[in-house]
């Protein structure tokens, strides 16, 4: 009767090479608000106010999804789902994620 062979021994904490470290949470959360900083202007055309979204992030980094909260104009509402939909982060942890955020807009000066 032959033998069987031995099952593979479990590694400690090993991943395959190619694997890419998984990125905690709040270096993500850190990388995805630095992205949207830099799509967001300073002032705004649409006049001042402020815009509270909730937004889903994909495996891929990229926001397909955008929720508006709250509100204080339409026009700068439209302008946040423009601007969350042009971000491009890193992959989140765990595959997806679901974010919220507040933006605060200046107006343009005259």
């Given at each position: ?31 995805l608000?630095?992205?949207i ?45 423009k ?28």
């Amino acid at each position: 009767m032959a033998a069987k062979p031995a099952a593979p021994a479990p590694t400690q904490g090993a991943t395959a090479p190619t694997a890419a470290p998984a990125m905690s949470e709040s270096k993500f959360l850190g990388a995805l608000y630095a992205a949207i900083a830099k799509q967001t202007p300073a002032e705004s055309p649409a006049g001042e106010g402020q815009v509270t979204a909730s937004f889903h992030v994909n495996a891929q980094g990229k926001i397909d999804k955008v929720t508006i909260d709250k509100t204080t104009s339409p026009a700068l509402a439209e302008a946040v789902k423009k601007i969350l939909l042009t971000v491009e982060a890193p992959p989140p942890p765990g595959g997806s994620m679901e974010v919220g955020q507040t933006f605060m807009f200046r107006g343009t000066p005259k």
